[in-house]
Every structure is written in C-alpha cells, then in structure tokens.
C-alpha cells in the first residue's frame, strides 16, 4: 500500500507540474506529505506525515449516500454549520478536539496545529447562530489548507482579511453556492490547488482541471501548481 501511495504522489507530481508546478518534483521519500481523503460530502480526512490528522463535516448516515468509514480517530474535528450533513460528531471513535459554533471561531490550537475559524453568515443582514458557517484555515507539513465548509455569499472584506494566502482550498459545490458565487470565492482567494466535494463535481468546468483515480491523494508543497488547479477525486 505504502508503495502504490508513493507512485502514485510521484504520478501527481508530474501532473502538477504539466499544469504549472514550480519547481522539480521532489521524492516522497524526502519531502513531506500530507494525505487528503474524500470520504463522502464535505468531508474529508487530512494527515500530516507524522499522522496527526484533521476531519472536515462528518456527515450523518442517510445526508449524502455513503456512510463514513470506520474507524474514525481523528485528533481535530472541524464542523462549519450545525446541520447534519456536517455535525455527526459522534461518529468518532475517540475523543479528538471539537472545533464547532462560537468555540471554532478565532484562533485555536489542538495537537500542535493552530487553527483558525472565520464566522460567515447565510444572510449577512442576520449575523445569527442559525445561519452561521465557519471557514477554517490551518498549516500542515508547509502547506496551507482552507475549507469553506457550507459557504453561501463571496466573502466581506473584512472576512477576507483574516485569511492568510492559501494553497489548497477545499469548495463545496452544488448546495446554496452558486457558480458565480463560487468563482469569486476563488478569486478572491486564489488558492493554487481546489479540491471540489460532492458527487456533482464531476461537472466542473473552472480553469484547469486534472482528474486523479480513487479518493485519496499525497499533496506537497514542492509539487503545487503556481496556476489555480482544480483537483477531481474518481468517484
């Protein structure tokens, strides 16, 4: 298994690097990586090259068609909205650290990982608990990851001030946010590397898209691309 994750980072590498990566393509071996893993929805389980690892949304049995792997011991759980496409936190089969509501928002840390939770809202008139959605934002292995959990309206300038630049953005497509909404996400933050969630992504048509096979990938700082790259998980 290890030897199959390795090529294929290297085949990743080089497919980056096609598509703008600065850079030549470094060995597994050598640099560090970070797992992602699609497990269905908006979720997603990121591993440093230590193994210490971050669950975006999980997602209750009978929300999305598939039902979360077991088992499921992440260090960090981060829940953008109370809704139970994203909030079954029991579904842990230990005792991680719980990022959701008013405790996400700002900055926390949890297993030597500061994490940051910027507040955006379903209605921006009514900053209310109901219709809040958190974006998380935190460093792994060099790279920096944002997810934009339930997001609905492109962000405020006040809320784009406390992102920091980011390399890998994860977008939740189909929902409430619309494409025109979505695309200025996207320029707003200009990440180097999306990764779309939801079975409809397969429709995606923004900029540069590469398709990898299953639905796990090792991402590195030296094989980002320096254009926006869209990233397809296989079904």
Known sequence: MAAVRCCFAISLAAVLAACGGG?????????????????GNDCFRISSSIGTSILTDPYSAGTGGRTLPSPLTPDIVLVSHERPSANNVDAMDNQPSVFRGSIGMGTNSAAGIRILGVPTFRNPDAEVIEGMNIIFQWTMDGVRFTS?????????????????????????????????????????????????????????????????????????????????????FGS
């Open 23 to 39: 850079g030549s393509a470094m060995s597994p071996a050598t640099d560090r990586q970070v797992r992602v893993d699609w497990l």
């Open 148 to 232: 934009l959990g339930a997001i609905v309206n492109p962000l405020t300038p006040a809320q784009l001030s406390q992102l920091a630049s980011t390399d890998v953005l994860f977008v939740p497509v189909g929902g409430t946010l619309s494409p025109a909404a979505r695309e200025t996400i996207l320029a707003q933050l200009r990440p180097r590397l999306v990764i779309p969630s939801g079975a409809s992504a397969g429709g995606w048509t923004s900029g540069r898209v590469i398709s990898v096979p299953g639905r796990s990938v090792l991402i590195s700082r030296s094989i980002l691309p320096l254009q926006t790259t869209t990233l397809l």
